[in-house]
């Protein structure tokens, strides 16, 4: 089993909607939850990160742990055109120096106006 | 105006011909870093680098070679290129170790996609 999955999508959806992007993971060991968001011809950028369970919010984003499940989620409201990209998913199993970051192959998201 | 800076952006060559390309991040971070990124395998650590004359190998480091003599630039060389090493290539850094409860973000550049022929 892979470390992290991710569904590469792509997924389009109407302007306004609510969009689901979601990952799992394997190891219950992973502690730090990322997303990423790159653009088309552009490296990815941070979007959001959350340490443990629980939720997160920033303006219309929402990032989601479960870690009973070993499933997490990103939330957008309100999606716009802006919005589309590919998002990627990261996990972290602590913040040490030598730890090593693990990417999703990330879902590439299409906000139709 | 922090950033990572690569150059070229886009490169073309042939196999054999060897190849630097050049990765360099104003913000004094320690920590850099090469990944590759291939439709359908996704983002892949080629070698990392802690701190000036600190590398290591990443899980794809087959082929290449880094060297971090100074904070600020890792270069990437490809000895002998060759086709299957036709990729878009990011350049990464960050401040190095997060703390608790901190994740240090990772800055990328803005890519360099490279095709051999």
């Known amino acids: 089993q892979k470390e992290v999955e991710q569904d590469p999508g792509p997924l389009s959806v109407p302007e306004g909607a609510i969009v689901s992007l979601n990952c799992t993971y394997s190891?219950?060991?992973?502690?730090?939850f990322m997303w990423y968001r790159q653009y088309s011809r552009k490296g990815p950028e941070l979007l959001m990160y959350?340490?443990?369970?629980g939720n997160k919010e920033d303006g219309r984003f929402t990032a989601q742990v479960d870690k009973s499940s070993k499933y997490i989620s990103l939330f957008i409201r309100d999606s716009q055109p802006s919005d589309s990209a590919t998002y990627l998913c990261a996990i972290l199993s602590n913040a040490r120096r030598d730890d090593k970051i693990i990417f999703g192959k990330g879902t590439r998201l299409h906000i139709l106006p | 105006e922090a950033q990572v800076t690569q150059n070229p952006r886009y490169l073309i060559t042939v196999t054999g011909k060897k190849l630097t390309v050049t990765c360099s991040q104003n913000m004094n971070h320690e920590y850099m870093s090469w990944y590759r990124q291939d439709p359908g395998l996704g983002l892949r650590q080629i070698y990392y680098s802690m701190n000036v004359e600190v590398t290591d190998k990443g899980d794809v480091p087959e082929g290449y070679k880094v060297s971090r003599k100074e904070k600020r630039n890792f270069p990437l060389i490809l000895e002998s290129p060759s086709p299957n090493q036709t990729s878009l290539y990011f350049c990464?850094?960050?401040?190095?170790?997060?703390?608790?409860?901190?994740?240090?973000?990772?800055?990328f550049g803005p890519g360099t996609r490279l095709t051999v022929l």
């Open positions: 959350t340490y443990s369970s």
């Open positions: 190891n219950s060991a992973f502690q730090y």
């Open positions: 990464a850094s960050s401040a190095g170790t997060g703390s608790f409860l901190t994740y240090n973000e990772q800055f």
